[in-house]
């Protein structure tokens, strides 16, 4: 009897030490709001070196290319495999990389109609005739001089399944995993002529782990015992397109160093650190001689404003 209570108290007791329970009833009925989720790749985004002008671009939209729904056991789901919120990813990206300045595209519609409002009410206003009104001057919309232009284009589910389990006497365990993946692309196109400069194709995994434990044994005759615990955790998909994107923009800016379609603040920060790391992962060595150096740059850097009012249908 006394083994049985100690191989009953080491079921109970194992997925706490272990870390595989990391909650109390507290946080499971309650959990205050976080900040927004940073990525392992983030830090290398924000790090890398000074650009000599950011870079004014548009995106109109990053969508799901996979038309992939969640797979669910005997049921139809309309829910889609991954995020359907990817454009906002990659501006927050972008954003983030301090190399670029995007500019409102993809609700423009809304953006014009709000500035015939603020037109009209000008107008209005002076044709009142009140003393101490002033016309209300509208700047242009910024012209982009870079388009962003990609999509998430595939979803593999199961492509590594497996496990390992074993029981003895009634006691036991099961481990199981499986890893899917995300696949997107990302290409820069240059607004004066449609050439597309670069592009660029990142792959993220997505891991789950599930851990069983169990105890099935007859205590005395007719009296039977069974104790069950376990613990899953997934990785969540739009998370990994999130970090799939980082890494594509991180991949993007780099990519346009070496080939000098865009300049650094300091031409010898091509030494950078983040720099090397990335061409070692490309390579497996180390080359940072940037492609046509003495040549022209494809893409103009900084921001300015077009000429004349924009084309408001």
Not at 173 to 200: E, F, M, N, P, Q
Not at 235 to 261: S, W
Request: overall charge negative.
């Amino acid at each position: 009897m006394n083994s049985l209570l100690k191989t009953i108290l080491f079921f109970c007791i194992l997925p706490l030490l272990s870390g595989c329970v990391p909650f109390s009833l507290e946080t499971t009925l309650t959990a205050p709001p976080t900040l927004g989720y940073v990525t392992s790749v983030h830090d290398d985004l924000t790090s890398l070196p000074e650009p000599s002008g950011k870079i004014v671009v548009a995106v109109y939209g990053f969508r799901d290319q996979t038309g992939q729904y969640k797979a669910q056991a005997n049921a139809t789901s309309f829910s889609t495999a991954v995020t359907q919120g990817a454009s906002a990813m990659l501006v927050q990206a972008l954003i983030d990389s301090d190399w670029f300045i995007p500019v409102e595209r993809e609700e423009l519609q809304n953006l014009l109609t709000e500035r015939k409002i603020t037109r009209a009410t000008a107008k209005n206003t002076e044709n009142e005739g009140d003393e101490g009104q002033s016309r209300l001057l509208i700047p242009s919309l910024v012209p982009a001089n870079l388009l962003i232009e990609g999509g998430i284009v595939a979803y593999e589910t199961n492509l590594l399944t497996g496990g390992f389990g074993a029981k003895y006497f009634g006691a036991g365990g099961d481990v199981k995993y499986r890893r899917d993946r995300v696949t997107i692309y990302l290409r820069a196109i240059d607004v004066r002529t449609g050439t597309i400069l670069k592009s660029v194709s990142t792959s993220k995994s997505i891991l789950s782990r599930g851990v069983d434990l169990g105890l099935f044994r007859f205590v005395r005759v007719k009296r039977l015992l069974e104790v069950e615990t376990g613990l899953t955790t997934n990785e969540p998909p739009q998370m990994c397109v999130l970090e799939a994107i980082e890494k594509a923009v991180h991949t993007l800016i780099i990519e346009g160093i070496l080939d000098n379609l865009w300049t650094l603040k300091v031409p010898e920060e091509i030494s950078h650190p983040a720099i090397l790391r990335y061409t070692q992962e490309k390579t497996g060595r180390i080359d940072i001689s940037p492609a046509g150096a003495e040549g022209e740059t494809s893409a103009d850097t900084g921001s300015h404003a077009a000429d004349g009012e924009e084309d408001e249908p």
